[in-house]
Every structure is written in C-alpha cells, then in structure tokens.
C-alpha cells in the first residue's frame, strides 16, 4: 500500500503519510536520487531504515518534486532547490513528509506503553491533563509528536522539550491544536494539526501568522 493519506491543510500546506509495505527493490525502482542521498541511503545497513529513507522520497514524487531536488543544509536539515519548505518524519512502516511556504515540521509516531517511562522528560508542568482519564498513551505520543513536529520547525539548538515547549490542552480526537514557544526571552505562537489514526498519529506544526 503505496500512498496512505494526503492531507490539505491550506492551498500550499500538504501532509503525506507512506504505508511501507513493499520490498525494498519495488521502493527504490525508477527512483532518482541525488549525488548526496545516494550517500545517505548506503549508510542506511538496516533494511527498515533503507525502506523508510525510500518511502520519503517516494512521497516527493507523489507531490510532484523529483526526489534529487532534495537536498541537506550543513546541519543535515532537507531543504529543497525551489525553497519549499519541507520536513521529513519515519516510524516503523511509515513515513510522511509535509510542504509548505513557511517554516514547518512533521512527527509521526506509532503508540508505545513505553512513552508513560519517559514522559516527565518532555512534558511541561503545565501538561499534566495527558496523564488524566482515558488514552494516557495516546495524548503523552501526540504531545511528544507536536513538540517533535515544533523542534523541527523552529530549527534552534537548545531546545528543551520540558521547559521551552508547551503544548496547549486538547480533547482526544481534535484535529486541531496550538503551542507556546518560550526560548531565548520570546514566545512563539504555534499551530497545531493532528493526524490520528488507530495505531499511529502524528503532528504538524507551523507558526501562527
């Protein structure tokens, strides 16, 4: 199952999700890479990670972009020729990339128990709702994919999930939500979209205008 979702979030914001299902030869036939991603994907020993470096650029194609328009910063962040924005997540059997004019990050995680050990490294005090009532897992992965998703696009070092970003309360099964950013003597305002699906979800985040 080749493409998965597209997601129209405005008239050039768009969020595509790849189901990885195929073998690895039928990902990588007739695709073109550039110079510095072949490098990338030969680096890429376990067959998961080579599936999921594919599907990736299977998902440019699929938005029109020839995959060797992509290309890295010096910080290794993918940035594209035409000066698109564009981010780029994997788990497991997926990957997902999102386009846009403005700065912009995507996450996309599958549901884990595991998350509840490692949740008090990422939230904020003020995020405690996730740990109340039902889908405890699922709220702590949508959180962790916004402030995943925000990370990305703010592109700044230092960033401490716990502190600097808090992401505003929401009800499970919103499709919409927002963020605070507090870095460096600033706040940021954030929005949100979520993508929700039974084993998986996943967040998109871009400044507010």
Excluded at 37 to 52: G, V
Excluded at 56 to 83: Q, Y
Excluded at 90 to 115: C, M, Q, S, W, Y
């Amino acid at each position: 199952m080749p493409l998965h979702q597209r997601v129209n979030i405005d008239e050039q914001t768009q969020i595509l999700i790849w189901h990885i299902e195929e073998p690895l030869e039928q990902l990588k036939k007739d695709l073109k890479l550039s110079k510095t991603d072949e490098f990338r994907f030969q680096k890429r020993k376990i067959l998961s990670h080579q599936k999921e470096f594919l599907a990736s650029r299977r998902l440019l194609l699929e938005a029109g972009i020839p995959p060797h328009f992509l290309n890295h910063d010096p910080n290794g962040i993918p940035c594209l020729e035409s000066g698109q924005q564009i981010s780029i997540s994997h788990t497991k059997t997926l990957a997902g990339i999102a386009l846009g004019a403005n700065p912009l990050g995507i996450d996309i995680e599958v549901f884990r128990p595991k998350i509840r050990q490692i949740a008090t490294r990422f939230l904020h005090a003020d995020e405690t709702f996730a740990l109340k009532g039902n889908q405890v897992i699922e709220k702590l992965t949508l959180i962790w994919t916004a402030k995943e998703a925000l990370y990305k696009a703010l592109n700044q070092k230092g960033i401490i999930f716990s502190e600097h970003l808090l992401v505003s309360p929401f009800q499970w099964g919103d499709r919409n939500g927002s963020a605070k950013v507090f870095f460096e003597g600033k706040s940021i305002d954030f929005s949100l979209n979520f993508i929700i699906e039974k084993v998986y979800c996943a967040s998109l985040a871009t400044p507010k205008n």
